[in-house]
């Protein structure tokens, strides 16, 4: 995985709260059997109505999205997190994300940082105002920056040192292979096989 | 101080613990479906590594898969691509599938408890947001990304950090018409989309106990709309009768020693939960939902609402956005919706006692002309028992169709789809824009409200058609 430590880039205002997984890319899209190539089905069904913020030319090469409360919710599939990768985003702020989507950002190397709601109306308002503006999104200082706005985003400390070092979570776990060994040996002989 | 049931599966399953990292949790069964899988069997293969526990790893194709015409080769080709692909993953790990035609076949989380995988006190993770269903059974089952699948794969466990634990107690008796659908409807809507978001529920109280099993399950599947990870249900004499004597459900000396730990398997009376929500069941009707988030619900005799009735700026575009899309105008009441589509099935509501509750309103009635109803079972079993007390009969004779096993228009992955602009009532999980097909509108409902609606052609539980 690609280490990231920091990204300055155009950022696009998504104003919506509860931005589900189906709209990041709809399931039609997951039928697929590859890891590449779903940049077309990122936001494919919003992407059809020609008012649609990613159809705004000034936005049109956004690589951070700013997006509203319970962003990512609903299915687990991380075919979202390779959709917006796909696209070009290296970074999602939001004021809330859902669960499993924060976990598949930090296994794909996305970064997905959280701001209070007001910071987001903040950033929406610059970005607004002038499509096109550029966004820092500093990891190490876990700092986003738009024009006169500096603010600190939340993200989980492990998986912030995982993604600088752009490190790959197997890899780690195979370290205790031998402790998995003995943990196996304690398992009750009641527990279920299914073959 | 105690441990809540949560904190008891957790720290059952604690490989590897260490300051500054996450818990090294190992996984006592991993359910694998065609669509987030693949990736994951590639990454095995370009690292070259293997399934470690092939023994505690299930395939079973569900999301894909046709629900009619299912003997003959597969009509759409990329979906016909990703099931060869899963049978080649199956095929080359050497891991146990349930392949289209098999009568083990179905939607995964149909598929784990009736076999009787499911058990208290177990680990359960797959590649599939409703995981969270198998907690009915007070295992810790939870969804995974398919990096994650890829590590459950290579190494049986997962590092994760700990999760913030909520109770949902729900006190007194639910009235005869209220289902668990209904209950989970209404706790989504009173704790939001995100209000679960980093705990494990535990739901409890008087009518959590008088749940079946299969009622539980339909709670802890939704809790993932309810922004949570997992939903939780302790284990009682229900569980252990609903286990006892199912194909992977322990015998003899085993099935002693498993019921004496099962019953360990409670909150502790002392335990602290981070946060807690209280519902009173009693006050608790029929509920639908009316936008396009699962927190957007109301009880069926409510009026849709309005933007001016929200809290705050998000909410209230929230609102304009859903209103749009479902093409519905506020003050309407809920049973003026008129309905083309109705579906039953899906990992929600796809079980055999969900079959007999639409069944049971159903018979002697007929579709409206002006509705299509399918009935999609949740695995090939459901199927056959439905067959044999002659529920499809019912169906079919009530003008609806009684297909084959699939998650079929819950996601529309396959070719059930709703139709661009229709409006359906869905057992299913998610209300979401194109969840059920691009342009369809989707009311999720409960199996009685599903059959209800299906007769009188719009919104409405079965004391309507007593009223009709």
Redesign the interface.
């Known amino acids: 995985m690609e280490k990231f430590l920091t990204h300055t880039g155009i950022a696009a205002p998504l104003?919506?709260?509860?931005v589900?997984t189906?709209?990041i890319v709809?399931?039609?899209y997951?039928?697929?059997?590859?890891?590449s190539g779903f940049g077309d089905g990122c936001f494919a069904?919003w992407r059809k109505d020609p008012d649609f913020v990613l159809n705004n030319p000034g936005f049109a090469d956004s690589s951070v999205l700013v997006a509203?409360?319970?962003f990512g919710?609903?299915?687990?599939?991380?075919?979202a997190?390779w959709a917006l990768q796909d696209y070009g985003f290296k970074a999602v702020i939001s004021s809330?994300f859902?669960?499993?989507f924060r976990?598949?950002s930090g296994?794909?190397g996305l970064l997905a940082g959280e701001v209070s709601?007001d910071v987001i109306e903040k950033i929406w308002e610059k970005l607004e105002a002038n499509p096109g503006t550029q966004v820092t999104v500093d990891l190490d200082k876990r700092t986003v920056t738009c024009e006169d706005i500096v603010a600190e985003f939340l993200i989980?400390?492990?998986v912030r040192w995982r993604l600088m070092e752009g490190l790959d979570?197997?890899g780690?776990?195979?370290k205790?292979?031998t402790?998995?060994d003995e943990?196996?040996k304690t398992?009750?002989?009641?527990?279920?096989?299914?073959? | 101080m105690g441990k809540t049931l949560a904190e008891k599966v957790w720290d059952a399953h604690v490989?590897?613990s260490a300051e500054?990292?996450?818990d090294?949790l190992?996984i006592?069964?991993h359910l694998v479906h065609e669509?987030?899988s693949?990736?994951a069997f590639?990454?095995l293969r370009n690292?070259g590594?293997k399934v470690r526990r092939?023994?505690?790893?299930?395939i079973t194709e569900d999301?894909?898969v046709p629900t009619l015409d299912v003997a003959k080769p597969i009509a759409?080709p990329?979906?016909a691509?990703?099931i060869r692909?899963v049978r080649e993953n199956a095929k080359e790990f050497g891991l146990?599938i349930f392949s289209l035609g098999d009568a083990e076949q179905g939607i995964v989380h149909v598929v784990g408890p009736q076999l009787?995988?499911t058990?208290p006190g177990?680990t359960i993770v797959c590649?599939?947001?409703h995981t969270s269903t198998h907690g009915a059974f007070g295992a810790l089952a939870f969804?995974?990304?398919?990096?994650?699948v890829?590590?459950v794969l290579?190494?049986?466990?997962l590092?994760l950090?700990p999760f913030k634990t909520m109770a949902i107690t729900v006190n007194g008796k639910l009235p005869a018409d209220v289902t668990a659908k209904d209950l989970i409807l209404a706790i989504i809507a009173k704790i939001g989309?995100?209000g679960g978001?980093?705990y494990v529920l535990e739901y409890r109280g008087e009518a959590i106990r008088g749940l079946s099993m299969e009622g539980r399950m339909t709670m802890c599947n939704m809790s993932?709309e309810a922004?949570?990870?997992a939903g939780m249900i302790a284990p009682d004499e229900t569980t252990f009768e609903y286990i006892k004597g199912r194909d992977?459900?322990?015998t003899g000396a085993?099935?002693d020693?498993?019921v004496e730990?099962w019953s360990t398997l409670t909150t502790d009376s002392d335990a602290k939960f981070d946060a807690e929500v209280i519902i009173d069941a009693t006050t608790l009707a029929p509920f639908v939902t009316w936008g396009?988030?699962p927190?957007q619900g109301l009880p069926l005799s409510a009026s849709i609402p309005s933007p001016s009735d929200a809290k705050d700026e998000?909410?209230k575009?929230?609102i304009e956005?859903a209103l749009e899309y479902m093409g519905l105008t506020p003050g309407t009441p809920l049973k003026e919706v008129k309905v083309d589509n109705v579906f039953v099935g899906s990992c929600t509501n796809g079980r055999i006692e969900d079959l007999r509750a639409a069944a049971s309103v159903l018979k002697g009635n007929k579709v409206a002309s002006t509705v299509e109803m399918w009935v999609v079972p949740g695995s090939g079993r459901v199927r056959i028992q439905a067959e044999l007390e002659g529920l499809d009969k019912i169906f079919t004779d009530a003008g609806a169709q009684w297909r084959f096993a699939g998650c079929s228009a819950c996601?529309?992955?396959n070719p059930d789809k709703i139709p661009s602009g229709k409006r359906a009532a869905s057992t299913s999980n998610?209300n979401?824009?194109?969840?059920q097909g691009?342009g369809a509108r989707t009311h999720l409902v409960s199996p009685e409200v599903a059959a209800a609606t299906a007769i009188l052609g719009h919104l409405a539980s079965p004391a309507d058609l007593v009223n009709a």
């Open positions: 104003r919506r709260s509860n589900d189906d709209q709809p399931a039609e997951l039928k697929r059997v590859t890891r069904s509203g409360p319970d919710t609903g299915s687990s599939r991380e075919h997190v809330r859902a669960d499993i976990g598949n296994k794909g709601q989980d400390d492990y979570d197997i780690l776990t195979m205790h292979v402790t998995i943990f196996e398992r009750p002989a009641f527990k279920p096989k299914v073959q | 490989v590897r500054g990292e996450p090294l190992y006592d069964l669509v987030t693949p990736q590639d990454g690292s590594r092939p023994d505690l790893t299930l999301h894909n759409d990329v979906s691509e990703q692909v146990r009787g995988l058990q177990m590649g599939d947001s969804g995974i990304g398919t990096s994650e890829e590590h290579a190494t049986q466990t590092p950090k989309t995100g978001q980093g993932i922004g949570a990870r992977h459900a322990p085993d099935w020693a498993a730990y396009t988030n927190g998000v909410e575009v929230a956005r996601l529309a992955m998610r979401f824009e194109g969840r691009p």
